[in-house]
């Protein structure tokens, strides 16, 4: 483990009996018993093996690990992009590995906000043309999808930026339009792979904090997935993952 997660206090990183514990879906992210194999001609790897892991709403929760310890494959499996080999997945109570694809797609747009290392931003428009972008694809056009595209910009401190290009913002003013973006729709669960990554220690900061107030007073559930050690102290809990295993 990182020297950083193991001089973390005992607040932010909880002793889990992820292997044995199951846990009931009363949190907001529920992982019960998944596993992930992948077969091919010459061998069976298992990425990920009996994750029991449980969310509580409105938390922030950081998971670390090593490049190839299934950190990755774990968050595309709790947002429902993947389906596990075995086991199930709650998310706000629902059983999404059950769901179609069709009734799958329709609750991670209604549901999940998801935000990238690369931040994902269309390179010709404007900051307030790609959250209206996310906010058409929700069935939100016109007028009303730019009053709220405008607000969301100004919640997250881009209210005068709003006709700028992806070109000319820096890159925490770029991520901050993709937390705007995630935000569109009200999404109950936010989850971010790497989203501090491109950025420097203070826009890393200022994006976690932006991150960590939509938590607390909005009552949003955020899950990050981060190699960045200078994020843990707002974390309300830091897992490590390792080898396809949650440990403490």
């Known amino acids: 483990m990182p020297k950083e ?21 009363t949190g907001a992210i529920v992982a ?4 992930m194999v992948i077969h091919s001609k010459q061998q069976r790897l298992q990425i990920l093996k009996q994750v029991y892991w449980n969310i509580q709403k409105g938390d922030i929760e950081i998971l670390m690990g090593p490049s190839g310890s299934g950190k990755t494959t774990l968050l595309s499996i709790l947002a429902g992009l993947l389906t596990p080999t075995a ?4 998310l706000l109570g629902q059983d999404i590995t059950r ?17 990238f290392q690369d931040f994902n931003l269309f390179p010709a428009l404007t900051a307030i043309e790609n959250v ?20 969301l910009l100004e919640q997250v401190g881009l209210g005068d930026k709003v006709k700028q290009l992806p070109r000319d913002l820096s890159g925490g003013q770029k991520q901050r339009v993709a937390i705007a973006r995630a935000l569109t729709g009200h999404p109950q669960v936010i ?21 960590r107030q939509l938590a607390k007073e909005q009552g949003c559930t955020v899950l990050i997935v981060t190699h960045d050690p200078r994020i843990l102290d ?7 993952m390792e080898d396809g295993i949650l440990k403490q």
Do not use: W
């Open 132 to 151: 209206e972008a996310a906010l058409n694809v929700k069935g939100i056009r016109g007028k009303p999808a730019r009053k709220e595209a405008q607000a």
């Open 191 to 211: 989850m971010a792979d790497e989203p501090t990554a491109a950025l420097d220690s203070h826009s890393g900061h200022l994006v976690m904090e932006l991150l």
């Open 99 to 115: 769901m179609s694809r069709t009734e799958l797609a329709r609750f991670r747009r209604q549901n999940i906000g998801f935000i």
């Open 32 to 35: 019960q018993g998944v596993e």
């Open 87 to 90: 086991g199930s997945v709650y």
């Open 5 to 25: 997660f193991e001089q973390m206090t005992d607040s932010k990183i909880q002793s889990h009996k992820f292997a044995q514990s199951k846990y009931q879906a």
């Open 234 to 240: 707002l974390a309300d809990r830091v897992v490590y």
